[in-house]
């Protein structure tokens, strides 16, 4: 018996990284295998990362975020920042805390002991989510019986002789002292108007701005005119009552919830409870100006203060973290990038005023629109690739070359997608499927060569030679509001590990008149985003050029039917100098405004750049990438999808200008 386990241990052992962790479900920092208590959604030796600490009994603080106050395992309802098993602490807290929460609950309806013992705990990893999945108490099943105790208690039917209650405290969960109304911060237990006494009447009722409450987003506590400071989401006059503090320059403690040390003003990115401008006190730390930004860093503990430093460094205040001993990048030197890096250096919070709503919003990682680590649990699932990149030479070889898991060829984190596998979540500047299938590919010979990176005045996007001194690439890359040229300044072809197969200077460029910056949605009129840029010498005569193919009715119809197979590639921002591309994706549907979806592995700096065709034995280009349709918006008939605009649209103007 101990010879056949010591074999079976030794071929786990020799099984490679790839190996124990090619569950999909790998590397999300939650051990998905059963025989070590996970959820069972990896076979065995599939989830090796993420189970290697409670694979071997290990509990400890190892996680950065250990000691912050708030549970981040996975396996507890945490939010997945540490690796199961690294939040001891926190999570043992949170649990000691959700049994007492849910004790509290049940004494108040008046449940007897034996249905208490029936609802049992909330150690199932659904529970606390505001839906029973006990099937002993009607609810979905995920839940083993007496496990998700909290999320059950509304389903138990109870005969105790409670208090009466008036109307506004018919909800069963009224007068157990906790608020549960959702428009005043609570859990969504009860309705509005429902658990009045626990939440507070009203005093006075609120005053409002001149206009109506027409807009959709009205009602939600949060001043959505731009006039006002708001996004803009709401057109002026149309947020009457979300805007009326705001809107007479009122900031105050008139709110329920003020002066309880949490700020509740949505625009701060607070819960919601107040209405923005009624919870002053607690949002007085808050926001973006001088003032704000030097109050937060007053707060932090001094030693930490002392590391932080001061803003000299170039880039600071421009919202991201550029000091590497708080694990931003390395643009600035240690102790020069204080503000930037405060949230960071605190193990991350929810103070920007987009946090907690759905989105990741720090740089890098997720649209630029916070500070890093404040907007730290919708950037959970992704806060692992945080300034990485594939800028290795010998990225996306299969073999992890970084010093902390090979042979140290590699600068760290410089070869992501071989260290930490090929899994992603879509984001604005990774635009992936569920996982990066990109590959590095040789800039030196055809027709890669022909693909150069097209230096912006303000950035980078990619291009295609298609002439002697002719390239095409996206509109958006020469224009942002499509009315003014803006001419890039330099395209370099075959640009490959430092090495580049020429360069020339641009002298100008053309794009669609048609062209504007708004997204429409799939099929209603994107197909302008194609440009034209002009060179100062023939660079194509010496490195070569592609040739366009109009895309057929043969064509078309094979997209219809099962898709048209098509290579790809770019300079994507997190590659660096190297051309990376896909080799076998995609075109999934083609629309009449002479544009198409695929399913390409594009990123930020793949714009303009080539889908190419094998035609009669040689590439020819068939569209320029475009944009990124967000699961969100509503634009697309998928999920999520990758828009480009096809030959259609620009082939006979190359024609005429080749």
Request: glycine share 12%; charged share 20%.
């Amino acid at each position: 018996m101990l010879r056949s386990a010591l074999a079976l241990l030794c071929l786990i052992l020799a099984l490679p990284a790839a190996a124990q962790n090619s569950c999909d479900y790998a590397n999300d920092n939650e051990c998905d295998e059963a025989r070590f208590g996970g959820q069972g959604y990896c076979e065995p030796n599939t989830d090796g990362n993420d189970c290697v600490l409670v694979a071997k009994g290990i509990a400890d603080n190892s996680c950065s975020f250990a000691f912050d106050g708030q549970c981040d395992e996975y396996r507890h309802g945490g939010t997945g920042s540490c690796l199961d098993g690294s939040d001891t602490a926190d999570c043992a807290d949170w649990i000691v805390q959700r049994e007492a929460d849910f004790l509290m609950r049940a004494n108040a309806l008046g449940l007897d002991t034996t249905s208490i013992g029936n609802l049992g705990d909330n150690t199932c990893r659904w529970s606390n989510d505001g839906e029973c999945d006990d099937a002993a108490f009607g609810g979905s099943g995920l839940c083993d019986a007496g496990t998700d105790a909290m999320d059950c208690l509304i389903n138990v039917q109870t005969t105790a002789d409670l208090p009466p209650m008036d109307e506004a405290d018919s909800c069963v969960f009224a007068n157990d002292g906790a608020c549960d109304e959702a428009r005043y911060g609570g859990q969504g237990f009860c309705a509005d108007g429902t658990d009045t006494t626990d939440c507070g009447a009203p005093t006075a009722a609120p005053a409002v701005a001149a206009g109506d409450d027409s807009c959709e987003w009205s009602g939600d506590n949060e001043c959505d005119e731009a006039r006002y400071g708001g996004g803009g989401y709401c057109a002026d006059g149309t947020d009457a009552t979300d805007c009326a503090l705001l809107a007479a320059g009122i900031a105050d403690d008139s709110c329920a919830f003020a002066n309880d040390g949490e700020c509740d003003e949505l625009r701060y990115g607070g819960g919601g409870a107040c209405v923005d401008g009624s919870d002053a006190t607690d949002c007085n730390l808050y926001g973006d100006s001088p003032a704000a930004l030097e109050r937060l860093l007053a707060l932090v503990p001094a030693d930490l203060r002392g590391q932080l430093g001061d803003d000299s460094c170039q880039y600071s205040n421009d919202g991201e973290c550029d000091d590497a001993t708080f694990g931003g990048t390395v643009y600035c030197t240690p102790g020069t990038d204080a503000t930037d890096c405060r949230a960071l250096a605190l193990g991350g919070e929810d103070s920007c005023r987009w946090a907690n709503d759905g989105e990741c919003d720090e740089p890098g990682i997720g649209t630029d629109n916070c500070t890093s680590g404040t907007d730290v649990t919708d950037c959970a699932a992704v806060a692992y690739l945080r300034n990485r990149t594939d800028t290795c030479n010998t990225a996306f070889d299969g073999i992890c070359n970084e010093a902390s898991g090979g042979d140290g060829t590699c600068e760290a984190f410089s070869d992501t997608a071989d260290c930490l596998g090929r899994s992603r979540p879509a984001g604005l500047e990774n635009h992936f499927f569920g996982r990066d299938d990109r590959l590095l590919v040789d800039a030196t010979q055809m027709p890669w060569a022909a693909i150069g990176s097209l230096e912006l005045q303000d950035g980078g996007c990619t291009g295609t030679l298609v002439g002697p001194s002719l390239v095409l690439t996206a509109a958006h890359c020469v224009t942002d509001t499509g009315e003014e040229t803006l001419t890039p300044v330099s395209f370099t072809a075959g640009l490959s590990v430092g090495q580049s197969m020429g360069e020339a200077r641009v002298t100008g460029a053309v794009f669609d008149p048609n062209y504007t910056p708004d997204a429409q949605p799939a099929g209603g009129g994107n197909g302008h985003d194609w440009a034209l840029v002009t060179l100062d010498r023939p660079l194509g005569n010496e490195v070569g050029y592609l040739d366009v193919h109009e895309l057929t009715s043969a064509d078309l119809s094979q997209i219809g039917r099962s898709g048209l197979i098509v290579n790809q590639a770019g300079y994507s921002w997190d590659t660096g100098d190297n051309l990376s591309g896909n080799v076998g994706c995609r075109v999934v549907e083609a629309f009449d405004d002479n544009s198409i979806l695929h399913e390409c592995d594009t990123a930020q700096g793949d714009s303009g750049s080539p889908f190419l065709l094998n035609v009669d034995g040689a590439w020819k280009i068939i569209a320029v990438d475009s944009t990124f349709f967000n699961p969100d918006d509503d634009k697309s008939p998928f999920a999520q999808a990758n828009l480009a605009v096809d030959s259609r649209a620009f082939a006979r103007m190359v024609a005429q200008q080749q």
